[in-house]
């Protein structure tokens, strides 16, 4: 089982009694947050709301308006602040030089706080039910405040999904943006992860330059993602690039980190709809095979001289995770599978044979069996082998090439 989290970030449409309600209630809260810092500070970090309610609770019941729920959500937060912020100490040891020139490292912890954390911001963590909850056919939400409750309208358009499949809601933050609310809730699904041991079906995918990606599935259907536009546009980020490397001054340089951006920006416009199609295109449990492309660089013989120096991108690696991410919604997997030779063997009867792919005309022919293919498809069916390879239980399939001993 895997549990799938999401964020709903919520609109609430909120008159201006509603607004200033809920601005109380959230410097309330953030007031009250603040205190248990200090508290927490001055007390060795007891990162435990039961220790936390057992000192302050009751003064805080006497002292502030906040109900009893909403007092142990600011316990439960900010311990969750200070749990995140060891986390991140613990990532960044302390590493000085010592008498012998040797580089020591120190791992901090919250004791390397020199002031207690500080809530800068109104907010509010509401549970579920006691402190929000759902009203009058989904048009509204039902919030505390400091008085009693008030009832928002906002509108499930867009989110429709998270209220029917089994999404589970848990906590919301109440959050003040731009003058106004936002109620950003926690989501949870558990989700029945892809079953090795099931019926699958196995999509090879072999990714490349003049197609971004080739597919080759169980009904020996294969799909081109064409890449020469992506190549072409491609040819001209780098011809600007070099211009302003070349240029070399300050505006150069700022331009050259905006073109940069400008690049990520627009494949991830390409990889998001592919990997979105293949999900949707295949039914839960199918298992997306890969060559794993670390460490390798692509054969480059077919393209302009200028483009042979960009071909580990980081481009097919975000398909990779994007297609990893999206599948895992579905119950599907992505298996990476070694690269060797899956563009050299033969199908149909196995032999492997370099100079069987004509990289001049993209196409393989097989000297032994008379095989003919696309070559980009050949590398997706040798890449699906490998994957039905994996599900019949061989742990790391790759192409061997053995060598005739007589
Ligand atoms: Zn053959």
Redesign the pocket.
């Known amino acids: 089982m895997t549990t799938l989290g999401r964020t709903l970030k919520v609109r609430l449409y909120t008159n201006t009694i509603q607004a200033t309600q809920l601005l109380d209630m959230s410097r309330e809260y953030q007031r009250l947050a603040n205190l248990v810092s200090q508290w927490v500070f001055d007390h060795d970090f007891p990162l435990n709301s039961l220790k936390i309610n057992h000192a302050l609770y009751k003064k805080f019941r006497q002292g502030s308006p906040l109900n009893s729920q909403m007092i142990q959500s600011v316990f439960r937060t900010v311990v969750a602040r200070y749990k995140t912020v060891l986390e991140q100490l613990k990532q960044h040891p302390y590493r000085y030089q010592d008498e012998d020139k040797k580089w020591m490292r120190v791992a901090k912890d919250l004791t390397w706080l020199f002031k207690p954390l500080h809530f800068s911001r109104p907010q509010a963590d509401l549970v579920r039910q006691s402190n929000y909850s759902f009203g009058n056919n989904l048009t509204e939400i039902s919030l505390t405040t400091l008085g009693k409750r008030t009832k928002v309208p906002f509108t499930i358009k867009g989110f429709e999904q998270c209220f029917q499949t089994g999404w589970k809601l848990g906590t919301a933050r109440l959050v003040h943006s731009g003058g106004k609310w936002y109620l950003h809730i926690g989501i949870t699904k558990e989700d029945t992860d892809f079953d090795p041991t099931a019926p699958a079906q196995v999509v090879g995918i072999d990714r490349g330059l003049r197609f971004i990606a080739t597919i080759f599935d169980q009904q020996r259907k294969t799909r081109f993602f064409d890449g020469k536009k992506i190549l072409l546009k491609r040819h001209k980020f780098q011809k600007t690039r070099a211009e302003l490397q070349h240029r070399g001054t300050k505006s150069a340089k700022k331009k050259l980190k905006q073109l940069q951006q400008r690049e990520n920006r627009w494949m991830t416009d390409i990889n998001h709809p592919l990997s979105k199609t293949l999900v949707t295109t295949y039914d839960p449990q199918t298992l997306f095979v890969l060559e794993d492309l670390t460490n390798v660089t692509f054969n480059t013989d077919d393209l302009p001289k200028s483009l042979r120096n960009s071909h580990r991108s980081w481009a097919f690696f975000q398909l990779e995770t994007f297609l990893t991410y999206k599948g895992q919604a579905v119950q599907s997997q992505v298996l990476k599978v070694s690269p060797a030779f899956t563009s050299q063997r033969?199908p149909?009867?196995g032999?492997i044979e370099k100079t069987n792919r004509h990289h001049d005309i993209h196409e393989y022919h097989?000297q032994?069996?008379r095989?003919q293919s696309n070559d980009d498809r050949l590398g997706a069916m040798n890449i699906a082998m490998l994957g039905q390879e994996w599900l019949d239980g061989v742990k790391h399939p790759r192409i061997k090439k053995v060598t005739a001993t007589g």
Request: net charge positive; glycine share 0%; proline share 0%.
């Open positions: 033969c149909k009867c032999l097989c032994q069996c095989y």
